[in-house]
Every structure is written in structure tokens, then in C-alpha cells.
């Protein structure tokens, strides 16, 4: 399996570089290479969203420390990671980047590949060198086997459902992890009565699905918590978990923005009601065949 390196060439990134080489300053500044510190850098995306995903609680529940490797599972346009490059770069810690396959992608999802590139591939300094690899529908590796300390899969369990990957994604990430290894996963969390949607078409799913999951590629169940808990979510919306920030969708997909829409009463909720969840590999799992 072949991990592409990131490129350390100089350009794209040079105005993010420069912002995100800024330091913090202030008798409260917190330590440098802390957590904190990765969290409070001017080099984050859309840190006002962290009064919905909490970021330092759940990155703790989840176990994260700096000298890890880490694999994050389709980062997107780069919420987590522009706190775990920074953090993993100052600890000596790794992260690898299982993005949306560049060959096979959608549009939408080749140029969320390229947004996050232009970002994150420019700036050694700051990001360190962060590894490449994609989920694909050939169920290729998503990084060597037994060498991950932990795996985070956020608010994504529903597009490899509707891509039909799921379950080949979950046991991919247990082949990834070392034995003990932790995978976390936040999650919209639909209610617990009826059936599960296979394809999950609101965003939404069981947090029983998500459970049986893990648990049938071979997860041990560690913990749940409610940090990102929303009860004011009641999951009946428009256009599924899309009608509610930071999408804001007033339409359904596809067609255009429906300016007569009022979103008022969904900026009002605020973000999803979102499962948390910790699982690990099993200690005894004997290492993966090469």
C-alpha cells in the first residue's frame, strides 16, 4: 500500500503558513505544543464551531496524546485536522489523512480533497508532514497494518453508509490499528425507534447501528458520552441534518438556494445532536496478514 508524503514545496500555503506561524501571546496563553495550544492557534477553521463539538473534551475521551500516530478518517476540508497537525508536529507524534479517493471522488469530494490540500500540503512548519492516503471502494489499506495509536471518524459514519463501504471502512481501521489501539467516532445521532436507513439519507443513524458496526469488525465497546449532546435536535428537518448550521441548507440537494426559506428557527437548535463513542482493538488481535 502506497502512502503519498506530502509535498514540502512552498506556495499555495504561503498566507496560511504566515497566519498560522503566529504565536500566541498573553499571561494566559496556554503551553506551547499543549493540546490547548493546537486548539487556540489562529491557524484553526471555524473554531467558533467548538461550542457544538467541543474539541479538547472529546479529543481526551478519545485518548488522543502528541507523540501518536493518528489516522483521521475523511478529514473533509480540514476541521480536526488543523488542530491534530499542529499538536502531532510539536510532540512528534504522525497523522495520517484518509481522504475521498482522487480518482474516483465526486466533484464535490475531489474539490474537497483540493481545498484541504491547498491548506494542509504547504506548511511543514506548522503541520509537519502529514501522510495521504484515500478511501476507496477496493477496500485498500488505509495506512500499514498494526501501526496506528488511534483512529477518529467524525460525522462521516453516514457517507460510507450511502457509499455501501461502511462495514469494509470499519474493518480497514481495526487491520490500521496497533492491538489496544482506540478508534473514536462522532456521529448525528438519529432516534432509537424504527429502522435504520442503510443509506442513512438525513445524516442521521442509531447510535446502535453505529455500536453494532464496530462491534461485528471486531471492536471491543470502550465508553459513550454525551459531550456533543444536543437536546434541542429534534432530527425532523427538511433536509435531513444538512437544514441545521453550520450548512444552513434551504433546498433540497442539488437545486438552488431557496432564498424564502427561513433558517432562523434551525440556526435556533444549533448543531446536531451527535453520539460519542470509544472502541479499541482487542489487546490479543493477532497481527494483520501483510
Known amino acids: 500500500m502506497l502512502l503519498t508524503r506530502r509535498s514540502a514545496t512552498?506556495?499555495?500555503?504561503?498566507?496560511?503558513?504566515?497566519?498560522?506561524?503566529?504565536?500566541?501571546?498573553?499571561?494566559?496563553?496556554?503551553?506551547?505544543g499543549s493540546l490547548a495550544?493546537?486548539?487556540?492557534?489562529?491557524?484553526?477553521?471555524?473554531p467558533e464551531r467548538d461550542q457544538w463539538r467541543h474539541p479538547l473534551q472529546t479529543l481526551l475521551f478519545w485518548g488522543l496524546q502528541g507523540d501518536m500516530t493518528v489516522l483521521e478518517i475523511y478529514p473533509g476540508l480540514g476541521w480536526y485536522t488543523s488542530i491534530l497537525a499542529p499538536y502531532l508536529k510539536a510532540n512528534g507524534g504522525h497523522l495520517i489523512a484518509a481522504s475521498f479517493d482522487p480518482h474516483r471522488g465526486s466533484v464535490a469530494q475531489r474539490e474537497t480533497l483540493a481545498a484541504w490540500q491547498s491548506r494542509f500540503d504547504h506548511d511543514d512548519e506548522l503541520y509537519g508532514e502529514i501522510s495521504e492516503t484515500a478511501v476507496t471502494n477496493t477496500g485498500a489499506a488505509l495506512a500499514p497494518a498494526n501501526s496506528v495509536d488511534l483512529?477518529?471518524?467524525?460525522?462521516?459514519?453516514?457517507?460510507?453508509m450511502a457509499a455501501g463501504i461502511a462495514e469494509r471502512v470499519f474493518a480497514g481501521v481495526l487491520a490500521a490499528l496497533k492491538p489496544g489501539g482506540a478508534f473514536g467516532i462522532e456521529q448525528h445521532r438519529a432516534s432509537s425507534t424504527g429502522l435504520q436507513d442503510p443509506l442513512a439519507g438525513t445524516g442521521y443513524v442509531q447510535e446502535a447501528y453505529v455500536r453494532a458496526l464496530a462491534q461485528e469488525a471486531g471492536f471491543e465497546f470502550v465508553a459513550a458520552s454525551d459531550l456533543n449532546a444536543n437536546a434541542r435536535d429534534t432530527r425532523d428537518h427538511p433536509f435531513g441534518v444538512w437544514t441545521l448550521p453550520p450548512t444552513l441548507r434551504t433546498s433540497p440537494l442539488g437545486q438552488e438556494d431557496n432564498p424564502r426559506f427561513d433558517t432562523s428557527p434551525y440556526e435556533a437548535i444549533g448543531e446536531s445532536d451527535r453520539m460519542t463513542l470509544k472502541f479499541r482493538k482487542p489487546s490479543g488481535s493477532a497481527p494483520a496478514a501483510p
Open 10 to 32: 512552498l506556495g499555495l500555503g504561503l498566507g496560511l503558513a504566515a497566519c498560522g506561524r503566529s504565536q500566541q501571546s498573553g499571561a494566559d496563553a496556554p503551553p506551547q
Open 151 to 160: 483512529a477518529i471518524l467524525a460525522n462521516n459514519v453516514h457517507t460510507l
Open 37 to 46: 495550544w493546537a486548539i487556540a492557534g489562529d491557524w484553526r477553521i471555524d
